[in-house]
T-cell receptor, first 111, second 108 residues
Framework: DVKVTQSSRYLVKRTGEKVFLECVQD?????MFWYRQDPGLGLRLIYF???????EKGDIPEGYSVSREKKERFSLILESASTNQTSMYLC??????????FGPGTRLTVT | GEDVEQSLFLSVREGDSSVINCTYT??????LYWYKQEPGAGLQLLTY?????DMKQDQRLTVLLNKKDKHLSLRIADTQTGDSAIYFC????????FGTGTSLTVIP
């Protein structure tokens, strides 16, 4: 049974803080993804990675960076959190294009 | 990028059929997906269809694909209260694109 875990379910940070969101998968998947989910906007791709140390920008990478030092772990970094980054963040992993497996999400509030 | 559109809300009575619709813009999308998100949870893949198919059935779920109109639908037969959730349509061409999600409410 595939498991994708995210480091926190809920997180509250202050404007200007550096924020790390961690995602770990246990299925040796090559591909990992970070999305943000906002009401009425669906899921929007922030960054994805096809291999260790590789990253590709998605549709909304501004204000975010990522790190993939190990195959099982994909980190999303908010260098200086802002209130418009308050959102639900979803991590996913997959092998090939057939499906993605999602984590439970991290609800981030920036005050 | 690709646009994937869905209506935001749908209400049905328990036992009726639900039909959730989706349109997409990239005719080169090779896989089309339906995901379900229950409250407080991540997305769970329900079913997917390859673009050379026009129908796929899996128990209570039927997916119809009209490739000419770039229209995808998900029919849930005998809808139950446990089917209440947000349903996301997604398309994969060179990357995954998700729709806005349709919130399905099942009225007992």
């Amino acid at each position: 049974d595939v498991k994708v875990t995210q480091s926190s379910r809920y997180l509250v940070k202050r404007t200007g803080e550096k924020v790390f969101l961690e995602c770990v998968q246990d299925m040796d998947h090559e591909n990992m993804f970070w999305y943000r989910q906002d009401p009425g906007l669906g899921l929007r791709l922030i960054y994805f990675s096809y291999d260790v140390k590789m990253k590709e920008k998605g549709d909304i990478p501004e204000g975010y960076s990522v790190s993939r030092e190990k195959k099982e772990r994909f980190s999303l970094i908010l260098e200086s959190a802002s209130t418009n980054q308050t959102s639900m963040y979803l991590c996913a992993s997959g092998s090939g294009v057939v499906r993605q497996y999602f984590g439970p999400g991290t609800r981030l509030t920036v005050t | 990028g690709e646009d994937v559109e869905q209506s935001l809300f749908l209400s049905v009575r328990e036992g009726d059929s639900s039909v959730i619709n989706c349109t997409y813009t990239d005719s080169s999308s090779t896989y089309l997906y339906w995901y379900k998100q229950e409250p407080g949870a991540g997305l769970q893949l329900l079913t997917y269809i390859f673009s050379n198919m026009d129908m796929k059935q899996d128990q209570r779920l039927t997916v119809l694909l009209n490739k000419k109109d770039k229209h995808l639908s998900l029919r849930i037969a005998d809808t139950q209260t446990g089917d209440s959730a947000i349903y996301f349509c997604a398309a994969h061409g060179n990357q995954f694109y998700f729709g806005t999600g349709t919130s399905l409410t099942v009225i007992p």
